[in-house]
């Protein structure tokens, strides 16, 4: 049970350290690193978060019963990060969307960040991380049946659950990145951006191809996605 609950802490993206936390409402740190976001990456944040975040709690109180929709916004204001954006669980429960200086810095347009920001609202309001912390549980109870059944050392069974439940966790980690991709070109369009120019931050990124168990879908897969979904609005 103690591997079990490792297992689920990694999935739930237990936060990070030296972050600055805005409750909502759109605020952004003021301070800036020498190799951080200009003042303008800073305004432009602070301006997309204004507009989609409302949206994106609009959109979880339709399409979610009971869930908490009060998304809080985090900051890593770290320069040694690198640009990245994440969506986890505050102890009480309470959906965070993070992003660190460097992604801030990054992306070339108000329609990428926005995009960014509602795939990851995304995650929260298809309930992505506890079905994937189901899978990571079931995938490891099953490695350690199968192991155990076959006469396995403690140490081969303890192995057979981290394997089943890395397993678990990646089956399907494609389908929801993608699902998180079609949701929040929804979100985006909504807030008033243009999801697929936002969608063309995959163009500038490394693909991560087609691989097996592997934790996101190649970037023109995800590119397609949008285009469809856009198309449709």
């Given at each position: 049970?103690?591997?079990?609950?490792?297992?689920?802490?990694?999935?739930?993206?237990?936060?990070?350290d030296?972050?600055?936390?805005?409750?909502?409402?759109?605020?952004?740190?003021?301070?800036?690193?020498?190799?951080?976001?200009?003042?303008?990456?800073l305004?432009?944040f602070?301006?997309?978060?204004?507009?989609?975040?409302?949206?994106?709690?609009?959109?979880?109180?339709?399409?979610?019963?009971?869930?908490?929709?009060n998304?809080?916004?985090?900051?890593?204001?770290?320069?040694?990060?690198?640009?990245?954006?994440?969506?986890?669980?505050?102890?009480?429960?309470?959906?965070v969307?993070?992003?660190?200086?460097?992604?801030?810095?990054?992306?070339?347009?108000?329609?990428?960040?926005?995009?960014?920001?509602?795939h990851?609202?995304?995650h929260?309001?298809?309930?992505?991380?506890?079905q994937?912390?189901?899978?990571?549980?079931?995938?490891?109870?099953?490695?350690?049946?199968?192991?155990?059944?076959?006469?396995g050392?403690?140490?081969?069974?303890?192995?057979?659950?981290?394997?089943?439940?890395?397993v678990?966790?990646?089956?399907?980690?494609?389908?929801?990145?993608?699902?998180?991709?079609?949701?929040?070109?929804?979100?985006?369009?909504?807030?008033?951006?243009?999801?697929v120019?936002?969608?063309?931050?995959?163009?500038?990124?490394?693909?991560?191809?087609?691989q097996?168990?592997?934790?996101?879908?190649?970037?023109?897969?995800r590119i397609?996605?949008?285009?469809?979904?856009?198309?449709?609005?």
């Open positions: 049970m103690r591997i079990l609950s490792i297992l689920c802490a990694c999935v739930a993206l237990v936060g990070c030296g972050v600055v936390v805005s409750d909502g409402g759109g605020t952004a740190p003021t301070s800036q690193s020498s190799s951080g976001p200009s003042r303008g990456s305004q432009m602070r301006a997309v978060v204004a507009r989609v975040e409302p949206v994106a709690e609009q959109v979880c109180r339709e399409r979610t019963r009971g869930a908490n929709c998304f809080k916004i985090e900051v890593v204001d770290d320069p040694r990060e690198p640009p990245n954006a994440y969506q986890r669980l505050d102890q009480s429960g309470r959906p969307l993070g992003f660190t200086v460097a992604l801030i810095a990054d992306v070339q347009n108000a329609d990428e960040l926005a995009f960014v920001m509602g990851e609202a995304s929260h309001i298809e309930g992505h991380i506890p994937t912390q189901q899978r990571a549980i079931e995938g490891a109870l099953l490695g350690s049946v199968v192991a155990t059944v076959l006469g050392s403690a140490e081969t069974v303890q192995t057979a659950q981290r394997i089943g439940g890395t678990g966790a990646r089956r399907f980690a494609k389908e929801f990145e993608l699902e998180a991709d079609a949701l929040g070109t929804v979100i985006t369009k909504r807030a008033g951006f243009d999801p120019r936002g969608a063309q931050y995959f163009s500038r990124i490394p693909d991560p191809g087609n097996f168990l592997g934790t996101h879908p190649p970037n023109s897969q397609a996605t949008v285009r469809r979904v856009a198309a449709s609005l």
